[in-house]
């Protein structure tokens, strides 16, 4: 079948672009889509095309056009909408949205645009078409429109806003996802950086796992990553959900972080547990193997790795058997590696003192994964990197305005109360059939261990 590309009309309706030919929507079903060629009134063209209900795939296409299609028409909508997307989305110049939108245009094409002066002024009737105030350049803005702080349904979204200030912190979530965070047991938690409006530091978003699925739940606009201000959003959120105290807490390592969540979180009556995310684990070990020159034997020496992949498995021992582990992995370890045992035990294990060992810079209790892995509990944050990843390419560029960001918020908030009512409705999470088998050998291995740590360590290093 054919490729297509998928596009909007300047009344933001659904265009499917395909072999030089343009269609629009004629019916929907509920598992296909159906589309009839543009001219279908106009000139009685009979030219069809069906795809599947989610647009990803032609299933069926009739090429009775009674006209000729124009491939340079094509790459001209597609432009147009480039330059619609960009002048509500980015905080651009006009001459700068142009000068992207141009990119990999052909010449053809380039020949057939109207004069960039006009181009200019549509970009600017589309900014003011959006209907929001003037954009914000800084924190000390005034206040949300009463259009961006709800929901698509006109519920509640905005829930905290600091108020004009460099520390401003705001807060969005929806009634439903705050009743998911008051009760859950397990929260995932991440920062993201690229689709924040430049006048924040970081988008903060919580997950929580609800019957299997990881479902974001919060959604904070931070002005930095200092304890202090982690501790001001776990303030507010307490405040909203007094019975807010999940069991488990998983987050990446960064000290501000944790401390703000083990202030609040550890001193309770049920005391949550704070992991660290494995795969960050891993990350920093192989930042460190780049960092000493050892990224070709890491890629290209299959021993090598290994050796690299056993001091990850530390995380899989019984945290009692972490530090004699260590010693017994280090005395048996080729002397090329011991740099990367320095820094290993200097950041997670701590240094050997007459007394014991030093305090580490992140405690054995934060990154062991043995007990997760017993109970088949996640391990890593990685679904909630996917999200990010996913909302990247939702916000189509990096750094948006403010109120172009909210506005794809509100649209992932909507998605996201689709994905309770088909998950309250019954529907099943598949899991990934790969990592399920994956986790069970981890576990096979930690219910079933060799006689020595070495062992263990060779063992669960191939898993790795």
Sequence with gaps: MSTFTLSTTQKNKPLLLCNGFTYTIDKINNDKTYWKCEHARTMKCKGRVHTNCINTIILNETDNHNHLGSAVSSEIRIFEEKIRVRAVNCNETTQTIIENCLTNLPDEAVARLPNFKHIKRNIQHHRLKNDLPKIPHDKTFDRIPDKLATTKRNNKFLQFDSGPGNDRLIIFSSADQLQLLDNCEELLVDGTFKVTPTIFYQLYVMHVVYRKAVIPVIFALLPNKTQQTYQRLINELVQICPAWNPKSIMMDFEQAAINAFGDTFATTTNPSTISGCFFHLQQSIQRKVQELGFKTNYEQDLVFAHNVNKIAALAFLQPADISQGFDDLYNASP????????????????RH?????????????????????????????????????RFNSITQCQHPTLWSFIESLQNEEHFIHCQLVKLNAGQNIEPNEKYLNYSKRLCHLITNPHPTLLQQLEGLAHNL
């Design 335 to 350: 002397p090329i590696l011991r740099p990367l045992f320095d820094y290993f035990e200097d950041t997670y294990v701590g």
């Design 353 to 389: 003192r007459p007394q014991g060992r030093s305090k580490p810079m992140f405690s054995i209790e934060l990154w062991n994964m043995h007990q997760r892995t017993t109970d088949l509990s996640m391990r890593t944050n990685n679904s909630a990197e996917a999200w990010n990843r």
